[in-house]
């Protein structure tokens, strides 16, 4: 029997997913119940937030149900009308106002609705917090769990307490230890994988990247978006979009921009996304004398972003943090060329000197990079065409229905549905 919805109570071998392996929906007829469990989820921007949005809406198009435990952030009347969103008590981080961090052991409510829910799968997104709990729940449920390694923990020791190498060694371990404790685990990218698999991870690992959504036809010209958002119809526009933080990189992309100064003076970078290096990007730029080329435009809604993209002439990307660069595929899908920097985060998608250009994690190579591309507009034309058509096979509909027949996959191998009927009726006793 189905549970109340939000709102009415309060051994198997490594597969990576690539474009040609056009999966058909599964023959499994029965709608799956499925729990997200993550640390980052809407109204919150950014990449992970974007993937469990993605994902939450595809399934529920295929016709199953999800439920998703997220942190309580600040009161939003999106928030509150979504169903099957459940929040756990949470306090928000002092230092990133934006974020919160969930106390699932404070939810007692959705301790005694959780199992009342009928989940067959837990998904876990993030290792801790929220990681834990899921894991415990998924074991005394008696439903498989898997976990989606989204994050380059070693790049983010310094939103810790203590930033030290030691800490960033620990959170790192922590990490592999707890996906191995996963029936499966998905990798965005097959960089991601082998770092997996390098660091002891012996469990299955399935490849699945984030899709994009087919972008809507632009709204005119680029010379009218350009006028409607105040962008210079003039110079080369660089964009950039994602979180303004340390572990972006983005100290590289201003100093290539005052380097690029001499080759196309009238150059402009237009930076999408809020964050705390804001401040001190600011004043690198003051300090570059890029104050009038730097624009910081705020945050922008996920479904509006797409507009920035078309008014733009390049897209810039530095950041070596990412197990998937997100914003790198939609920038592609939306015929705009993209520079990055060669990380496991971007090599999946790009080709260097096909499609895109990945120069190597070195200032003098990105800087490079840019100033070749800035002066050949050909090259980034061919890019931008070549680039559009990589990114299109990467749908965020063909990477759920990767998710969905590995979710059946696992169904079908174990005695989940034993499990799961013993677990359940001893914990509804």
């Not at 939810?107 to 959780?114: F, G």
């Not at 078309?310 to 595929?329: H, I, K, M, N, W």
């Not at 250009?357 to 840019?370: C, K």
């Amino acid at each position: 029997m189905r549970g109340p919805r939000c709102g009415e109570g309060r051994g198997l071998s490594c597969f990576v997913w690539h474009p040609a392996h056009r999966t058909p929906h599964s023959a499994r007829r029965t709608p799956l119940t499925i729990g997200f469990f993550t640390c980052n989820a809407p109204p919150l921007l950014n990449g992970l937030a974007v993937s469990i949005q993605q994902h939450t809406a595809h399934l529920r198009r295929l016709g199953h149900r999800i439920c998703l435990f997220a942190p309580r952030y600040v009161r939003t009347l999106s928030e509150e009308a979504e169903p099957d969103v459940y929040r756990f008590p949470s306090v928000r981080v002092p230092t990133h106002h934006r974020y919160a961090l969930p106390i699932p052991a404070a939810a007692a409510t959705l301790h005694r609705v959780i199992p009342r829910l009928g989940i067959e799968i837990v998904h876990a997104h993030h290792p801790f917090l929220v990681g834990p709990y899921a894991r415990r729940l998924a074991r005394r449920l008696g439903v498989p769990f898997v976990f989606t390694y989204h994050t380059l923990y070693e790049h983010y020791a310094h939103y810790l307490p203590v930033i030290s190498s030691l800490a960033a060694r620990v959170g790192e371990a922590r990490s592999y230890a707890f996906a191995n404790r996963a029936d499966l685990v998905i990798a965005p990218t097959s960089g991601v994988r082998a770092r997996l698999v390098a660091h002891g991870v012996a469990v299955p690992v399935e490849v699945i990247p984030t899709g994009v959504e087919p972008p809507a036809p632009p709204e005119g010209p680029k010379p009218i978006i350009r006028r409607r958002l105040g962008v210079p119809e003039g110079g080369p526009v660089l964009l950039y979009v994602g979180r303004l933080a340390r572990e972006k990189n983005l100290e590289v992309l201003l100093r290539a921009v005052r380097a690029a100064v001499r080759v196309a003076p009238e150059i402009i970078l237009v930076m999408v996304g809020e964050g705390d290096a804001e401040g001190p990007l600011r004043r690198l730029a003051a300090g570059l004398d890029l104050s009038q080329r730097v624009r910081f435009i705020g945050p922008v809604p996920h479904q509006d972003v797409g507009q920035w993209y078309r008014a733009a002439d390049l897209f810039v990307f530095p950041s070596v943090s990412e197990t998937q660069g997100l914003v790198v595929l939609e920038a592609m899908a939306h015929g705009l060329p993209v520079l990055a920097i060669r990380s496991i985060g971007t090599s999946d998608f790009i080709d260097d000197g096909v499609n895109g250009a990945l120069a190597e994690d070195s200032e003098d190579d990105f800087v490079r990079r840019l100033l070749e591309l800035l002066q050949d507009g050909l090259r980034r034309d061919l890019y931008a065409e070549r680039g559009r058509a990589r990114a299109l096979e990467y749908s965020a509909e063909a990477s759920t229905l990767r998710l969905l027949a590995a979710y059946e996959g696992l169904l079908t191998r174990g005695t989940w549905a034993s499990r799961r009927g013993l677990a359940q009726r001893l914990m509804l006793r």
